[in-house]
Each structure stands twice: as C-alpha cells, then as structure tokens.
C-alpha cells in the first residue's frame, strides 16, 4: 500500500511542541511590536482585536495535522486583521506544505499573500514602505515559508524510505534465515530417515525372528542379540554422520560427514544380504566409476529406501536392483519385490518416498513408486550431469 504524505510526520514530544511554541512567539513578536502603537494610536480596539485573535490563532494551529487545510487557510484569513497570528500562519502553512499537494500549495499561497498584502496596505501599521516593496516581500516570503514546508516534506519522506529499507532488508534477511534453517532441517530430517530407518528395519527384523523362534540355543540367541547390538551401534554411527553438518564448537565452521556414493552400493548390498534380504543386483550403468558424486549418493539413497521397504512389507520376498545408464542417458534405478502379505511388523509413513522424490527433483530427475501388476516398483531417473 502506498504511503501518504501525512505517514511521513513524525510525532510531537513535549519538547517538539515547546520549540514551536517558541517560533511561533518570535515571529508573532517581529510582525507585532512594531504596528502596535500605530494600532493603538488609530483605535484601542484594534490592539484588542489583534491580540485577542493571535490568542485564538495559538489555540487553533494546535489541529494543523487533523485538519490541515482549514486550519491553515483559516489562520491565514485571520492574518489580514492580526499581526500577532503571524506564528501560528506560517506553522500551518509549513505543515500544509509538507504534504507537497499543488492544489492546496496554490490555495494556502494565494490566501496568505493576500492576508498579508491587506495587513500591510490597509491595517494601521505606521509604515512608510512602497505598495511595490510590500508586495515583493510578502511574495518572497510566501514562497519561502511553504518552500521551506516542502523541503520538510521530502526530507522526511527520504527518512522514513530509509528506515522502511532498513526494517525490510532486516526482515528479509531474517526470513533467509529461517529459510535456511528449514532447508537445513528437512535435509537433516531426510538424512536422518533415509540412515534410520534403514537400520532401525534391519533391527526389527532380527528382534522379530527372534520372537518366533523357541527352538535356539543360548550361542544361537547371543548371536543373534549380538547381531541387534551391532545393527544399533551402527544406527548410531549413522546418526552421528548425519548429524556432522552441525558447526564445530571451537572454530564454528561447518563439518561435513563423509556421505554415501555410487561406488558404495556393492557394499550395501552385501550388507543386506548378510542380514537375510534376498537380493538380485545388476549394475549395468556405463563407467559407473565416473558417476557425479551428487547423483551416485541419490541412487544410493533410492536403493537403501527400497531395501527398507522390501524389508518391512517383503520380508523373504526376492528384490530386484536393475541400474542402467550412462553419461548421456543419465543414471535409471528400478527396485522391484512381490507384494508382501500381512501387516508390517514396523510402522511407515511413507514420508521416506517423499523425501527422495524431493531430493530426486532437486537433482532435476524423477521418482515414481506404485503397484505393477503383482509386484512393487520403485523406479528413479537422475541426468548424469543435474
């Protein structure tokens, strides 16, 4: 919304009401005293009336920021029988005039001149001055009188579109702020799901054979426990990493824990095959060793979240990793396993497949997920270069 010209007045202290109070005095006083005793010497009544309307003008300059207009052009009519309203007339047409509107420069200018010539030339004033010299004076210091309000007007404007760039820059800067915390959250929030949830399913999975089976030996039940500790250690460790983009404590700079790439995969493959997923991997993505570092930690990241869904909705069902690709095709992943039967023994919320399509589109590719037939697929694109 635009501002208006009345935005830009600041707002009156004590001492700002007694500084003007005190202009106005002076002014009142050099334009007074020395018509007073011409005034008096024509008619008594004169200084009476002078006096008694330079008292009403004190009163009303006081409502120049309500009523701008009628005030000033008011106290201006009134300046063409009182020369102790002089004060009050020039502070309300220095207010009219910050404002910087033509029209009520125009009427406010017309009507003070006017008052001012007819106080000169037609009042008692003792002066023996030229109409000529009267005239040009009044002139000159009409305009200087509102040229001096419009010289407020603007200085006070530049003032406050100053201090309004000043309160939206902060603002501004304090919302990239927050922005970047979110952005720093949901990228913790996403590493977190995609590291946790994947060990967190390994556990489950253990600790559920485990209820199933009365027939183990206490070798057979230590291995086992043993295998869940080790699964939860290594969720910590995880944890950890990803919890390593916070700042270091002494230097405050930012420390990156190593993450995950393309040639990792093989790993964690093995590794799920280990804790009994039943995989069928084929990399068939040309110079695999030259995917970008960006990419191969998303297919990663994809691969790992299909083994933990295989693992909570599948269990036992074969899962099948086909990559292919290559420099000028981008890099396609397609995880596919037989629906599962039953309820899974680890609650999901699906927020895992939403966080990789996010991360997939912000490496400019794809992510899609849905039933096929018998089977569960999960199928990502990612270009070589994104």
Same mark, same amino acid.
């Given at each position: =919304? ?7 007045q600041?707002? /009156?202290?004590?001492?700002g009401?007694?500084?003007? /109070?005190?202009?106005?005095l002076?002014l009142?006083?050099? *334009?007074?005293?020395?018509?007073? #005793? +011409? ?5 008594? +009544? ?6 008694? /309307?330079?008292?009403?003008?004190? *009163? ?8 701008? =207009?009628?005030v000033a ?7 063409? *029988? ?16 910050t ?12 009507t ?7 106080f000169?030339l037609?009042?008692p ?7 000529w010299?009267?005239?040009?004076f009044?002139?000159i210091?009409?305009v ?15 003032? +406050? ?23 720093e ?6 590493e =977190?799901?995609d590291v ?5 399913? #390994?556990?489950? =999975?253990?600790a559920? +054979? ?10 057979e039940?230590?291995a086992?426990? %043993?295998?869940?500790? !080790?699964?939860a250690?290594? &969720?910590?460790?995880d944890?950890?990493? @990803? ?5 270091? !404590?002494q ?6 824990a ?8 093989p790993?964690l493959?093995? !590794?799920a ?7 069928a991997y084929?990399?068939?993505v &040309?110079?695999?060793?030259?995917v970008?570092e &960006? @990419? ?11 083994m933990t ?9 074969? /899962?099948?990793?086909?990559? %292919? ?5 981008? *890099?396609e992943v ?8 039953g309820?899974? %023994? ?11 399509? !996010? ?18 697929e ?9």
């Amino acid at each position: =919304m635009q501002s208006r010209p009345e935005d830009y007045q600041p707002p /009156l202290t004590r001492w700002g009401h007694l500084w003007r /109070l005190a202009l106005m005095l002076v002014l009142s006083a050099i *334009v007074w005293l020395p018509v007073s #005793q +011409a005034q008096d010497d024509a008619a008594p +009544a004169v200084v009476v009336l002078d006096l008694g /309307l330079g008292l009403v003008a004190f *009163v009303v300059v006081h409502f120049r920021r309500r009523w701008p =207009m009628p005030v000033a052009v008011g106290l201006s009519l009134v300046g063409a *029988v009182s020369g102790s309203a002089a004060g009050p007339i020039v502070l309300a047409s220095v207010s009219v005039a910050t404002a910087r509107r033509w029209g009520q420069l125009l009427v406010v200018g017309v009507t003070s001149f006017a008052a001012a010539v007819f106080f000169g030339l037609v009042m008692p004033s003792g002066s023996s001055e030229p109409a000529w010299l009267i005239l040009t004076f009044n002139a000159i210091a009409t305009v200087g009188i509102l040229g001096w309000g419009m010289y407020l007007g603007s200085r006070r404007e530049l003032v +406050a579109s100053l201090q309004h760039r000043a309160e939206r820059a902060e603002a501004e800067q304090e919302l990239r702020a927050a922005q970047a915390r979110t952005t720093e959250r949901a990228q913790i929030a996403r590493e =977190m799901h995609d590291v946790l949830a994947h060990r967190i399913s #390994q556990i489950s =999975m253990h600790a559920g +054979a485990l209820s199933f089976r009365d027939d183990l030996s206490a070798d057979e039940m230590r291995a086992s426990a %043993t295998v869940i500790q !080790e699964k939860a250690h290594e &969720a910590l460790t995880d944890l950890r990493g @990803v919890l390593g983009v916070l700042r270091d !404590e002494q230097t405050g700079e930012l420390r990156h824990a190593p993450q995950p790439t393309y040639a990792d995969l093989p790993a964690l493959v093995a !590794e799920a095959r280990e804790g009994g997923l039943n995989i069928a991997y084929d990399d068939d993505v &040309a110079s695999p060793e030259q995917v970008p570092e &960006a @990419v191969g930690r998303t297919v990663y990241r994809i691969v790992q979240e299909g083994m933990t869904n295989a693992r909570k909705h599948a269990p036992g069902a074969l /899962l099948s990793i086909h990559l %292919t690709g290559g420099p000028d095709d981008g *890099v396609e992943v397609l995880l596919s396993n037989p629906l599962g039967f039953g309820r899974s %023994t680890t609650p999901g919320s699906g927020l895992g497949l939403v966080g990789l399509s !996010e991360r997939a589109g912000l490496r400019g590719g794809t992510l899609v997920h849905g039933t096929v037939g018998s089977a569960f697929e999960l199928r990502g694109w990612l270009p070589w270069a994104p």
